[in-house]
């Protein structure tokens, strides 16, 4: 759910993955999760700095991460971690990466495992185009995916209606505090669905509809790729009921929505592309 000033339009609501940039809501949810299972464990655990495996685990940061002195760490435990997170505050986006790469395969025991799966689930509710996989973060978007959306957020004129609905799928998805993943389907296949409208001039039309006029509007589709559009649009009135009132709680999650945003953001990049 967008919070009181995200739907007054005081504050700015982000629709895209953050790629090649960072904000300070992930940055600062990165640490808190790293400060919250590794730091503070290890504090509760063995209390004194100086003692092992501790001391040798915090060294490691000056000698294998920051590339400094290890006599320069601090012996303090307080010290020690603030020296820590102004390094991490300074860092560039990429670089943060590599701190959580390198913190989830320094930390060494059975808590990797969750302290993996809990940055997965910071960097998906904040909108990173980064998983881990194996202790190493992968991009979970290539290019042309990203560059296929980017596209279709950004129609104007009469294909403004498209847009409009590819926008409202990306930030139904994108939610932090409530993602609504059925509803965001529903918007990527309205994109497509409006779009059809536009290239048939049928204003009522739906998808199926649209689908099976294209050739009189011009569009030739080969009849696999028709077949395959027919089968998504029988997915969303299907599939958890996307289109039907629920009266159990839904499936779909996010790897549903961002497969139906990236097909239809293609789909309406295609036929738009037919109509120039």
């Known amino acids: 759910m967008m919070r009181f000033s995200q739907r007054m339009g005081f504050t700015p609501i982000r629709s895209a993955l953050q790629i090649d940039s960072m904000d300070a809501e992930l940055r600062n949810s990165i640490w808190n999760i790293i400060d919250e299972v590794v730091f503070e464990f290890m504090t509760a655990d063995y209390g004194d700095l100086r003692t092992e495996p501790c001391f040798s685990f915090y060294r490691s940061f000056w000698s294998d991460f920051f590339k400094e002195p290890a006599r320069d760490m601090p012996l303090n435990w307080a010290n020690c971690i603030y020296a820590i997170r102004m390094r991490y505050e300074k860092y560039e986006w990429f670089r943060v990466y590599d701190f959580c790469e390198f913190v989830v395969q320094k930390f060494g025991n059975n808590e990797v ?29 290539d290019e042309i995916e990203l560059s296929s959306i ?13 847009s409009n609905h590819i926008n409202a799928a990306i930030r139904l998805m994108s939610d932090r505090l409530s993602p609504d993943y059925r509803n965001s389907i529903k918007e990527s296949i309205s994109a497509v669905e409006a779009m059809c409208r536009i290239a048939t001039g049928n204003h009522k039309a739906t998808l199926g509809d ?44 996010y790897e549903d929505a961002k ?18």
Do not use: W
Request: aromatic share 10%; proline share 2%; hydrophobic share 40%.
């Open 150 to 162: 980017s596209d279709a957020q950004d129609f104007s004129g009469k294909y403004l209606p498209v």
């Open 113 to 141: 495992v969750n302290l993996g799966r809990k940055l997965n689930k910071v960097l998906e509710r904040e909108g990173s185009a980064y998983r881990f996989s194996d202790n190493l973060l992968v991009r979970v978007s």
């Open 210 to 253: 649209a689908l099976k006029k294209f050739s009189d509007a011009g569009i030739n589709i080969h009849p696999a790729l028709n077949k395959s559009l027919n089968q998504m649009y029988g997915y969303t009135n299907d599939e958890s009921g996307i289109r039907h009132s629920l009266l159990e709680e839904s499936r779909l999650d």
């Open 259 to 276: 497969f139906m945003l990236v097909v239809c953001s293609a789909f309406v990049n295609f036929i738009r592309g037919k109509l120039i």
